[in-house]
């Protein structure tokens, strides 16, 4: 019977500071969350070094790192692959492989040795259901306080979304500075959504137009314009 019983898979959730750990990389040793303190972080992981899907993500990922650096955001790579094959793999990247137009692509950021996998259990990248020797391509979105903001999940093999990716973060530096929420696909320029009424009284207000600069469909869901250029000049370089 306990051999049918799927081993619970322990996951840091939103809102809680991000899991500490000292870890070797490819820059040099890093101190998690510690050393990026006051810039967000991407953590990513994938599966496996020499592999195709992983291949074209960290060309993806590199190719973009200054357009993430300019909305002060570092990236950080992990996989349960040790230290020298990681430095062989990211040299095969720049020297040989071409993909979408990328080529002579170096990756500057810094990728985890993880062989023992303490990081990735420590950050539930590790799912039995899919492998118990490679960690799925996890996300967290960690913010310059260390508190995890959003999580994504892919499994082996689904790619990821990089303009996904950095519209998430645009949009989470977007609901911080202006206190508002972001409808589904939105983007800079789009109208964001405030916060329902609290009280009887501010909903009538709202529903009789009394609020200025507000578009209420109903009382619940309002909406107001936001510059692109206000927006872009808050969230980029903080």
């Known amino acids: 019977m306990e051999e049918n019983v799927q081993k619970q898979v322990s996951m840091p959730r939103i809102g809680e500071k991000a899991p500490e750990f000292k870890a070797v990389t490819t820059q040099g040793d890093i101190n998690f969350p510690a050393d990026y ?3 967000w972080v991407i953590l990513f992981s994938h599966p496996a070094d020499f592999t195709p899907v992983c291949t074209s993500e960290f060309m993806t990922f590199a190719s973009m790192e200054d357009k993430f650096a300019e909305a002060n955001c570092k990236l950080v790579g992990l ?21 979408k137009g990328m080529k ?11 062989i023992t996998m303490e990081v990735a259990k420590k950050y539930g990248m590790i799912q039995p259901g899919e492998s118990n020797t490679k960690a799925v391509r996890a996300v967290f979105f960690i913010d310059p306080h260390g508190v995890i903001r959003t999580i994504i999940y892919y499994p082996l093999s689904l790619g990821r979304n990089f303009d996904e990716l950095y519209r998430a973060l645009i949009a989470l530096k977007t609901a911080d500075e202006f206190s508002v929420a972001t409808p589904a696909d939105w983007r800079p320029g789009d109208d964001v959504i405030i916060s329902p009424a609290g009280s009887c009284g501010t909903a009538q207000s709202r529903m009789d137009g009394k609020e200025e600069g507000l578009e209420c469909k ?8 936001l510059d692109k250029d206000q927006v872009l000049k808050k969230v980029l370089k903080k």
């Open 104 to 114: 002579n692509v170096e990756v500057k950021f810094p990728l985890i040795e993880d």
């Open 79 to 99: 996989s349960v692959d040790g230290l020298y094959s990681h430095i062989a793999w990211l040299r095969t990247i720049k020297e040989k492989i071409e993909y």
């Open 37 to 39: 303190k006051g810039s």
């Open 218 to 225: 109903d009382w619940f869901f309002c909406t107001k314009k």
